[in-house]
C-alpha cells in the first residue's frame, strides 16, 4: 500500500462520509414517507467512475453492500450523460428487492465521467398483488413494477413519461412522487459537496485518496482474517418457510480460512424456492460484507476494499444467488439476516469469545394498505419492528433494537397513527423473551395495531418455529409469535401471511429475543 499522509488520510475519509451523511439528511428530511422519514430505510454512498464504493453512510448494511452491483449494472446499460439521474430496482441488477429504488449521479470532471452519487430508498408501495409490495409471491412479476436502469432525469430534464409509468402501478403515486424527488434531492446534495471537494483540493489529490481508502480498507480487513485460525468453519440454520409451503429452508456454510484470505461456500444451501424468501446475489454478496466489517476492530471505512480478501460461492439456482424470474421480496429482508446468523454460528467454532449469540434474526415485516375514508385517499404502509440482540462475552444483549442487516429505526407511534387509520394498542418489551446465560440475551418487542378501517395486511417474519441461538451454552432467545383478535377470537398467525381486517381487530406481532451467552452461574 502506498506511503500516506495519517492526519490527511483521516480528514478526507471523514470528508467524504460526511458526504454521503448529508445526502441522507436530505433524504431523510424532504421525503413524504414515514417508512423513509421517520425509520431512516434508505441509504447514501460515492462510488468512482467503475462503480467501487469509496465511502458510505452510516445507513442500511443489507443496501450498501449491494448498491455498487446496481451502480455497475447501469454503467453497462446506459450511457452516462451530464445532467442524467438513473433509477433502477431489478434485484437481479444488483438491487435488493423491488420496494428498493435507486437513484444514480454521475459527476463529471473536465467532461469525463469520474464519479458516482448514489442513494437506494424502501419505498412503502411499488404495486403488485397486495399494499406495500410485500406479498407472498411465487415469481417476481407479483411484487410490483420492475424498473430496469432507466434515465428518469436526462441531461438535467425530468423524463416525465419514465415518472409517469412509475406513478400509474403504485397505490400511492403523490406519495411516491415525493419520495422520489427527496431521492433526487439528495443526489443533488451529494454532487454539490463532492464538486466543491474537488475545486478546493484538485481532482489528482481526490483521486489519490478514494484509491488509498479502499486499499486501506483491503489491508486491515486481511490482517483481522490473519488473526483467524486457519482450517474450514461451518454453520447450518433453517428458515421457518417459504410462505408458500411449511417446508424449512436450509441456510448452509462453509467458512476457509487461509492466511489473508476467506473462502465463503454456500453450496449445500437450498434451491431457491416457490415462495418470496430467494435472495439476490447482491444481498449474499452484502450479508458476507457486513458480518466481515463486524470482524474488524478498527473504525474503518466501508467500501468495497472488504471484498477483495474474499471470494464467495453461491451457486445460481439457490435460495442465496436466485435466478429470475424467483420472487425477492423476502430474500433482502429475511434471508440475508439468516445468512449473517449462519456465518456468525460458522465464526463461532473459530474465535468463540468475539462472536455474539444470534440476534431476533428477523426484520418482523408489517405491510398493509386500504382506503381511508376521513383523509379520502388510498394508503399502503410498511415497517420493521425490532427484536433483541444476541449477548456476547462481555455484555448483555440489547432489547428491542434492529440489529444486523437492518439499521433502520422503530416507528415513533404518534408519527404511525397521525398518518394512518389506526392506533397502537400496546408497544412494550417483550419480558422474559431473551434467552438466559452469563449474559442474557435482549428481549423482543410486542407491537399492537387496532384497524379503524377494512384493510388488508401481509406479514413476512422469521423465527416463529426455530429460535436464536445461544452461544457458548448459553439458552435460545424465545421465538416469535403473531396473532390476530378477530369477533372474539383469537386466531394465531403463521410467519408469513396474508389476510384482511376489519374496523376493530387487532393484529399483535411478538418479536423473538436474543440468545444468552454462557452458562448462568
Not at 465511502?55 to 448498491?67: D, E, K, R, T
Amino acid at each position: 500500500m502506498d506511503k500516506f499522509d495519517p492526519i490527511e488520510f483521516e480528514l478526507f475519509k471523514n470528508m467524504f462520509v460526511s458526504v454521503s451523511e448529508e445526502m441522507g439528511a436530505v433524504l431523510g428530511r424532504t421525503s413524504l414517507s414515514p417508512n423513509i422519514k421517520e425509520r431512516k430505510d434508505f441509504s447514501c454512498a460515492l462510488f468512482d467512475r467503475k462503480g467501487e464504493t469509496f465511502s458510505q453512510g452510516s445507513h442500511i448494511p443489507v443496501h450498501l453492500g449491494a448498491m455498487p452491483l446496481s451502480v455497475q449494472a447501469s454503467i453497462h446499460a446506459v450511457d452516462f450523460e451530464e445532467g442524467d439521474l438513473v433509477i433502477l430496482n431489478d434485484p437481479y441488477r444488483g438491487g435488493t428487492h423491488l420496494p428498493d429504488i435507486t437513484c444514480i449521479s454521475p459527476l463529471f470532471v473536465d467532461k469525463k465521467l469520474t464519479f458516482f452519487v448514489a442513494n437506494r430508498a424502501h419505498h412503502s408501495d411499488v404495486g403488485g398483488m397486495t399494499p406495500g409490495s410485500m406479498p407472498l409471491a411465487t415469481e417476481i412479476f407479483q411484487e410490483g413494477i420492475i424498473i430496469p436502469p432507466l434515465k428518469l432525469i436526462r441531461k438535467g430534464r425530468l423524463n416525465t413519461e419514465v415518472l409517469e409509468l412509475i406513478l400509474a402501478n403504485v397505490r400511492t403515486p403523490e406519495e411516491r412522487k415525493g419520495d422520489l424527488q427527496a431521492q433526487i434531492a439528495a443526489n443533488e446534495k451529494g454532487k454539490q459537496r463532492l464538486a466543491e471537494i474537488l475545486n478546493k483540493y484538485g481532482l489528482k489529490k481526490i483521486l489519490h485518496y478514494t484509491r488509498l481508502i479502499p486499499l486501506y480498507t483491503e489491508k486491515i480487513l486481511r490482517e483481522t482474517i490473519k488473526d483467524i485460525p486457519d482450517g474450514t468453519y461451518a454453520f447450518t440454520d433453517y428458515l421457518d418457510d417459504d410462505g408458500i409451503t411449511d417446508d424449512p429452508v436450509e441456510i448452509s456454510v462453509q467458512i476457509t480460512i487461509k492466511d489473508d484470505k476467506a473462502l465463503i461456500d454456500f453450496s449445500s444451501s437450498s434451491r431457491q424456492v416457490q415462495g418470496c424468501v430467494n435472495a439476490s446475489f447482491a444481498v449474499t454478496y452484502s450479508a458476507v460484507l457486513y458480518v466481515f466489517r463486524c470482524l474488524v476492530e478498527e473504525d474503518i471505512p466501508f467500501n468495497t476494499g472488504l471484498m477483495r480478501p474474499l471470494k464467495i460461492i453461491a451457486p445460481a439456482g439457490s435460495v442465496l444467488n436466485a435466478q429470475h424470474p424467483a420472487a425477492t421480496a423476502g430474500g433482502n429482508v429475511e434471508t440475508s439476516q439468516r445468512i449473517v446468523d449462519v456465518l456468525l454460528g460458522a465464526f463461532s467454532k473459530a474465535i468463540p469469545e468475539k462472536i455474539p449469540a444470534a440476534s431476533s434474526g428477523t426484520m418482523n415485516n408489517v405491510a398493509f394498505g386500504g382506503y381511508d375514508p376521513v383523509r379520502k385517499r388510498s394508503f399502503a404502509y410498511y415497517e420493521t419492528i425490532g427484536g433483541g440482540m444476541g449477548a456476547g462475552s462481555d455484555s448483555s444483549g440489547i432489547s428491542g433494537v434492529h440489529t444486523h442487516m437492518t439499521n433502520s429505526l422503530n416507528t415513533p407511534l404518534e408519527a404511525l397513527e397521525n398518518y394512518l387509520p389506526l392506533k397502537i394498542k400496546t408497544y412494550c418489551l417483550r419480558k422474559g423473551s431473551g434467552g438466559q446465560g452469563q449474559h442474557p440475551g435482549g428481549e423482543g418487542i410486542i407491537r399492537e395495531y387496532e384497524f379503524h378501517v377494512p384493510a388488508q395486511v401481509t406479514i413476512i417474519s422469521e423465527r416463529r418455529k426455530f429460535s436464536p441461538y445461544g452461544i457458548q451454552k448459553g439458552k435460545s432467545g424465545k421465538r416469535g409469535k403473531n396473532t390476530l383478535f378477530t369477533k372474539g377470537k383469537k386466531v394465531p398467525l403463521k410467519s408469513k401471511c396474508n389476510f384482511k381486517v376489519q374496523p376493530g381487530d387487532l393484529l399483535r406481532v411478538e418479536t423473538p429475543g436474543g440468545g444468552g451467552y454462557g452458562q448462568k452461574k
